[in-house]
Every structure is written in structure tokens, then in C-alpha cells.
């Protein structure tokens, strides 16, 4: 599949997308949606995809935040139907039952910002900065940021990044718990690749399991402890349950199937 805003790659099981609009630092505009869309159906109908990086072209920018320029003539109605598919598009990478890590390469602002929260979690260069500057043009985040930082970081500090516009670097964010590890930009993908291939070792119908019960935390509208009963017991009517416990009890490597 050829894509005019993307880039793809798949290599042992790791689907690498990369945002390619170096030249306006890769900034989110309708096009990358719609090609994310693609891309997301593309994951979830192929098998031989085990799990997903999502990074940017250059090393500049991860994303460095919406295209302003589609701004200047949208209604309000306009922007509304924007901010709801940005956060759909989201939605489905927060919730694809498949591991999605953000490879933060440099800025990380306004809608990158957000796209790296709704990946699962996010692994930084040590020359990212991280930051929610809508407040600068008399605007919120509009894809899900206002909800996601507080999520990871906690509210006080999300505020003031908000109402602040302020910037944190790699480090800070690995303070606050905004990414799990920081590394020299050049060691950044085999970082994201290592991680990655230890999970795909694991049994895949449990990765999703643990992606949906994790998730239903930040869900009102369901019992999370509820959701962990039910993905629990139905792990036990899994070939790769049956593997993994006679594995253990064998001493060996356990080969799942996703079944």
C-alpha cells in the first residue's frame, strides 16, 4: 500500500509507520488522518504484524503539532467534526489490540503531542520535547490532550502545561511518566525494536487482553475489575494458555499461536 503523507515497513514482525512531511515537520492535516485510518485497518486485518511504531521522518520532529494553515477556514462546526475524528483516529491506536509505542524523534507538540499519548507507551530521543502550546493561538488541544496528560501525568502538572503552553524535555518526561525510557536519538528505533520483540514473544491473545483491561480503567462506563474477570477466564479457552502453563511445568520456551 502506497501512501502519499506515510511511510511504512514490516520487519520480523514489527510494523514501523513513519509521519512523512519532514518539510512542515510532519504535521497532522486530514490527509494523515485519513492515511492513519488506512494504516490502522492494515494492522488490524494483518496477521503477520505482531506490533507497531509510529515515528516521524527526520530528526527534527516527531510531530510538531496540527497544520494550522487547514485553520484558517473552518465554522465551528468545522472544527468540532475535526476534533471527533482526530479523536477517533486516536481512539483506534489507543485501543488496537495490538502494541502500538510512539518513538518520540525531537518535537512532540500540540496533535503529536496527542498522538504519542494514545499510542500504549512512548520511548523518547534525548532530543524530544514534549508540549500542548494550543493556549498560544487561542485554541485547547483538540485530539484528546486535555483528557490523555492529565491520564499520564497526573492533573497539577498537566494544567500547567496547558494553560502554560509550556515545553518539557526527554527528561522531564521521564520524570513525570510521560515515556518509559529516554536514549541517544541514534539508539532510538533498536531501543523501540527490543522492546517490541520481547513482547512479541509473548502470547498474543493476552497482549490484547492486557491492552483492554488496562484501558478500562479510564472508562466510566464499564467495571475494569469486571473486564479483567471476563479476559481472564476466557485466556483459559486459549491454545496459548494451554502452551504457556505446560511450558512452564516442562521447563521450556513456550511457542504461541494466537489461539
Known amino acids: 500500500m502506497t501512501f502519499n503523507t506515510l511511510t511504512t515497513s514490516l520487519s520480523d514482525g514489527i ?3 513513519t509521519i512523512n512531511r519532514p518539510d512542515k515537520l510532519n504535521a497532522l492535516n486530514m490527509a494523515v488522518f485519513a492515511e492513519l485510518n488506512l494504516v490502522l485497518d492494515e494492522i488490524t486485518s494483518n496477521a503477520a504484524i505482531q506490533s507497531v511504531i509510529i515515528t516521524g521522518a527526520g530528526s527534527k520532529a516527531f510531530v510538531a503539532g496540527a497544520d494550522i494553515s487547514e485553520f484558517s477556514t473552518f465554522s465551528k462546526e468545522a472544527a468540532m467534526q475535526l476534533s471527533a475524528a482526530g479523536q477517533a483516529t486516536f481512539f483506534r491506536i489507543e485501543n488496537c ?3 502500538i509505542v510512539a518513538a518520540v524523534n525531537g518535537f512532540a507538540l500540540g496533535g503529536g503531542c496527542e498522538l504519542a499519548m494514545s499510542c500504549h507507551f ?3 530521543a534525548d532530543n524530544a520535547k514534549f508540549g500542548q502550546p494550543e493556549v498560544n493561538l487561542g485554541l485547547i488541544p483538540g485530539y484528546g490532550g486535555t483528557q490523555r496528560l492529565v491520564q499520564l501525568i497526573g492533573k497539577g502538572r498537566a494544567m500547567e502545561l496547558l494553560m502554560s503552553a509550556g515545553m518539557i524535555d526527554a527528561n522531564t518526561a521521564l520524570q513525570y511518566g510521560l515515556v518509559n525510557y529516554t536514549v541517544p536519538a541514534a539508539e532510538l528505533m533498536d531501543k523501540a ?3 517490541l520483540t520481547i513482547i512479541n514473544s509473548k502470547a498474543p491473545l493476552a497482549i ?3 491492552i483492554r483491561s488496562a484501558n478500562a480503567v479510564f472508562n466510566e462506563n464499564v467495571d475494569g475489575y ?6 481472564f477466564g476466557d485466556s483459559f479457552d486459549t491454545a496459548d494458555m494451554k502452551e504457556g502453563t505446560t511450558a512452564f511445568l516442562e521447563k521450556r520456551k513456550a511457542i ?3 489461539k
Open 15 to 17: 510494523f514501523i509507520v
Open 208 to 210: 490484547a487482553a492486557c
Open 226 to 231: 469486571a473486564v479483567e474477570v471476563a479476559a
Open 122 to 124: 512512548r520511548i523518547a
Open 193 to 195: 525494536k527490543a522492546v
Open 256 to 258: 504461541f499461536t494466537g
Open 97 to 99: 489490540t495490538k502494541p
